[in-house]
């Protein structure tokens, strides 16, 4: 064991050895010992709609700590997820970046998530740990305008892309950026999940953190994976605002059947930290896990899981 290990167990053992209680009582202190400068961006980040809706308000003026307490709530529920997923990650560099992660989680610390942050390779293309030669369809689940797509003819090999895209405005700037490819990419106006059904799409002020939901601004058809695509499938990657756990749901088949390279952001849930790792492992235990951060210092964001 060592000294990474030590300090990663070393942090799980106080987690499990106090109260809930304690927890959120430091992790609010702690908050408060920071500058009035990060109090106020961090506030101002994480009370936007979105914030809100996924993981809590957070504002010192009017006393309200819900962030905190269910960052809180949620780790130590997950504990036992955590300590499975810490075992499955493949390099040293995984282990350090998912403890950082939960030490920002607990402590707020804005300078400790610059140690691990990716600095040498884009984000969701870690050339150290992806194999651009695969063939098979790659696919794009929150293709948004283009960027990722664009990305793949790059780095990979193949030259089949379907990417997936709900909302409707974006949705057209992502046709006019990919129609120079043809043939090459399709693009689908159309959410991924579990089953067939519909949904709504609910719009925020950033358009990038659109997401579905039972109620919102107007309905997307929904489609599985599975049923959606024959090929065989040699990348999946998924940024899809929280419904990622549906999605990979969706492509249990696939991931069976021809176990594709999956990429999947684990920041749009605070459970999805451990909750997705499971769920792949659970379809293909013979997936190799690496875990990347692309996010900044502020907050803990863009954390990305590699399958390979």
Known sequence: MNKID???????????????????????????????EYRTEF????????????FGKISEKENDYTLIKNRVSTLLGGLRGIEDFYDLLEDYRSKK??????????NFNPKILDVVKEKLFNEYFDMDIIDTDR??????????IGDTIEMFFKYFSGKKIIGYEITENVFKILQSNVKKYGD???IRNVGLGRGYETKFVKEEWNIVGNHLGDEGDYKVSIVPLDGDIKEKVAVIKLDVEGSEYEALSGAENIIKRDKPQLIVCLYHNLEDIYVLPQLIHEFRPDYKFYLRYYGDCLRPLDYVLYAI
Do not use: C, P
């Open 43 to 54: 506030e101002k980040e994480a009370n936007n709609t979105l914030g809100i809706m996924r």
């Open 97 to 106: 970046t998912l403890m950082i992660i939960l030490y920002n989680l607990v």
């Open 6 to 36: 030590k300090d990663f167990y070393k942090l799980i053992d106080y987690l499990k050895n106090t109260s809930k209680e304690e927890l959120i009582d430091v992790s609010i202190n702690r908050y408060k010992g920071y500058t009035q």
């Open 184 to 186: 090459y990419v399709e």
């Open 135 to 144: 063939i098979g369809v790659y696919v794009d689940g929150g293709a948004y």
